[in-house]
């Protein structure tokens, strides 16, 4: 019989919030397809947040079980001791699945934590009391200081508490390793694993498609100050001087606010916005399209990035997290956050100079690196070195 690992998920998709760590759920489909899976995911709506009863919402898929729990909640209006009384709600409830848990699967070899706070706590209560140790993987990108709310802004119950669940981990793994590099760092880590995100290539692939009229260029995300559509739109503005057969496409849930940015420079004709989109539609998007572009001024490893590389689609890209660990000279342009005259000059040599750019070539080699079953054989041979670990806790981090 197969050994049962369970996943204990900070940020995980549900009813509120359908794509809120959809990126880990697609690590727990492709880890499942060689061994169960169970995820546990504790909703975080809020001390402001009504819930009238506790619940949780089972999904098998496969030997993928997810169980999403939400607790009851009544605010009383007092901010702090909400805040208080939510959080005792929140670990009652988590405490409550475990028991669950383990009443039906019995204790399991060791857990894995997907983003520290606040799941970690589960595990280091796991460990002290079970001696359960565990593996800790982070997907956060506010490990770098253009993060607004970044970790060094936080609270020092949040940063210390982060710190603790670094500290105990039996192995901790990263999506990038340039932020891998800071965590090791910042948490005096001896080691800190790069496996990154994954693409579903059946759904990203190189279609084969010609050179489009006009040349089109593509954004998907999800419109955040973070994503600066406002810079890549400034960059569009100098564009339109210089080329004329170009179109770029927006998808996501653009606000107005950009759409009349768009209109204030003159690019009512050339750009478009599509909302937002399910995930094949950014599939068929990414096949109509010519080259990628994002321009954040944060990041870990992004998802779009690897899936337009997947599509064949030369990237435009900022440096910002572990993006120059996919993109470079063969399958598209760097430039550095927040530079849209650079920008502006890589769009148009991509225009000028297309043919530099082997897109099935860029298509294969992405798909080998990112694809479902090399990534989920990394988590493997992760949980193979976790197989005899056992762990003494440590009261606090040093």
Same mark, same amino acid.
């Given at each position: 019989?197969?050994?049962?690992? /369970?996943?204990?998920?900070?940020?995980?998709?549900?009813?509120?919030?359908?794509?809120?760590?959809?990126?880990?759920?697609?690590?727990?489909?492709?880890?499942?397809?060689?061994?169960?899976?169970?995820?546990?995911?504790?909703?975080?709506?809020?001390?402001?947040?009504?819930?009238?009863?506790?619940?949780?919402?089972?999904?098998?898929?496969?030997?993928?079980?997810?169980?999403?729990?939400?607790?009851?909640?009544?605010?009383? *209006?007092?901010?702090?001791?909400?805040?208080?009384?939510?959080?005792?709600?929140?670990?009652?409830?988590?405490?409550?699945?475990?028991?669950?848990?383990?009443?039906?699967?019995?204790?399991?070899?060791?857990?894995?934590?997907?983003?520290?706070?606040?799941?970690?706590?589960?595990?280091?209560?796991?460990?002290?009391?079970?001696?359960?140790?565990?593996?800790?993987?982070?997907?956060?990108?506010?490990?770098?200081?253009?993060?607004?709310?970044?970790?060094?802004?936080?609270?020092?119950?949040?940063?210390?508490?982060?710190?603790?669940?670094?500290?105990?981990?039996?192995?901790?793994?990263?999506?990038?390793?340039?932020?891998?590099?800071?965590?090791?760092?910042?948490?005096?880590?001896?080691?800190?694993?790069?496996?990154?995100? #994954?693409?579903?290539?059946?759904?990203?692939?190189?279609?084969?498609?010609?050179?489009?009229?006009?040349?089109?260029?593509?954004?998907?995300?999800?419109?955040?100050?973070?994503?600066?559509?406002? *810079?890549?739109?400034?960059?569009?503005? #100098?564009?339109?001087?210089?080329?004329?057969?170009?179109?770029?496409?927006?998808?996501?849930?653009?606000?107005?606010?950009?759409?009349?940015?768009?209109?204030?420079?003159?690019?009512?004709?050339?750009?478009?916005?599509?909302?937002?989109?399910?995930?094949?539609?950014?599939?068929?998007?990414?096949?109509?399209?010519?080259?990628?572009?994002?321009?954040?001024?944060?990041?870990?490893?992004?998802?779009?990035?690897?899936?337009?590389?997947?599509?064949?689609?030369?990237?435009?890209?900022?440096?910002?997290? *572990?993006?120059?660990?996919?993109?470079?000279?063969?399958?598209?342009?760097?430039?550095?956050? *927040?530079?849209?005259?650079?920008?502006?000059?890589?769009?148009?040599?991509?225009?000028?100079?297309?043919?530099?750019?082997?897109?099935? /070539?860029?298509?294969?080699?992405?798909?080998?690196?990112?694809?479902?079953?090399?990534?989920?054989?990394?988590? /493997? /041979?992760?949980?193979?070195?976790?197989?005899?670990?056992?762990?003494?806790?440590?009261?606090?981090?040093?």
């Amino acid at each position: 019989m197969m050994q049962r690992v /369970l996943w204990l998920a900070s940020w995980y998709p549900n009813k509120y919030e359908p794509v809120n760590g959809d990126f880990i759920q697609r690590h727990a489909i492709a880890v499942a397809a060689h061994l169960p899976v169970d995820v546990v995911h504790v909703l975080q709506l809020g001390a402001n947040t009504f819930i009238a009863k506790d619940n949780c919402v089972i999904n098998k898929k496969g030997m993928l079980t997810e169980y999403i729990y939400e607790f009851a909640f009544t605010p009383r *209006g007092i901010s702090v001791v909400d805040k208080i009384r939510y959080q005792l709600a929140y670990k009652k409830c988590y405490r409550k699945a475990w028991q669950q848990y383990k009443q039906q699967f019995g204790k399991p070899a060791f857990v894995h934590v997907h983003v520290p706070m606040k799941a970690g706590f589960m595990a280091l209560e796991l460990l002290k009391k079970e001696n359960i140790p565990y593996v800790v993987s982070e997907q956060a990108s506010h490990y770098e200081m253009a993060a607004p709310d970044n970790f060094f802004t936080r609270s020092y119950f949040y940063r210390s508490n982060t710190k603790r669940v670094f500290a105990n981990a039996a192995l901790v793994t990263n999506v990038s390793a340039t932020i891998g590099k800071k965590l090791a760092s910042l948490f005096n880590l001896k080691e800190v694993i790069t496996i990154h995100n #994954l693409v579903d290539t059946a759904v990203f692939n190189y279609s084969g498609e010609d050179l489009h009229t006009p040349f089109r260029f593509l954004h998907v995300s999800s419109m955040s100050s973070q994503k600066n559509v406002t *810079g890549i739109l400034d960059a569009l503005a #100098l564009l339109k001087r210089t080329a004329a057969d170009w179109e770029c496409v927006f998808c996501g849930p653009a606000g107005t606010d950009l759409i009349d940015n768009a209109a204030a420079k003159g690019l009512q004709d050339k750009v478009h916005f599509t909302g937002e989109i399910t995930y094949t539609q950014v599939a068929e998007q990414m096949k109509q399209s010519d080259a990628f572009i994002l321009f954040s001024d944060h990041e870990n490893f992004p998802c779009v990035v690897v899936e337009a590389l997947c599509c064949g689609l030369p990237v435009i890209s900022s440096t910002a997290g *572990g993006v120059a660990e996919a993109v470079h000279n063969k399958n598209g342009y760097l430039v550095a956050a *927040g530079d849209s005259e650079d920008l502006y000059k890589k769009l148009l040599h991509i225009i000028d100079h297309y043919e530099v750019f082997n897109r099935a /070539l860029i298509a294969n080699e992405a798909a080998a690196l990112y694809n479902c079953d090399q990534i989920a054989n990394e988590f /493997l /041979l992760v949980y193979q070195r976790l197989q005899p670990a056992k762990k003494v806790f440590e009261e606090s981090a040093s």
